[in-house]
């Protein structure tokens, strides 16, 4: 199933994405739910909801219908959350 997934990924959404400067990465599928995570502008961007429920959950199910469901993804990596918490601290020279 993942590969399904990547295939899709690679070969129609992440092309659209692009174009915006983004792109979507599979973070995971646990008991047949797919967990992507919207990456770059797209991540950030007010009509990413739309994206990933009209581009992403679209094309996903299209080509792997055995998924239970298409989920955004939307938490924060620990490296994430530890420079944000260096830069908090104002441990993170130059900033």
Not at 20 to 38: P, S
Not at 53 to 67: D, G, L, T
Request: net charge negative; hydrophobic share 40%; charged share 30%.
């Amino acid at each position: 199933m993942e590969e399904k997934i990547q295939k899709a990924l690679d070969e129609k959404i992440n092309p659209q994405l692009s174009a915006h400067m983004g792109q979507a990465v599979l973070t995971g599928v646990e008991d047949g739910v797919v967990y992507i995570k919207l990456t770059g502008a797209c991540g950030g961007c007010p009509a990413s909801e739309e994206t990933f429920e009209y581009v992403v959950k679209k094309h996903i199910m299209e080509e792997c219908p055995e998924a239970a469901d298409v989920v955004l993804d939307t938490s924060v990596s620990e490296e994430l959350m530890d420079f944000a918490r260096k830069i908090l601290n104002k441990e993170v020279k130059g900033l």
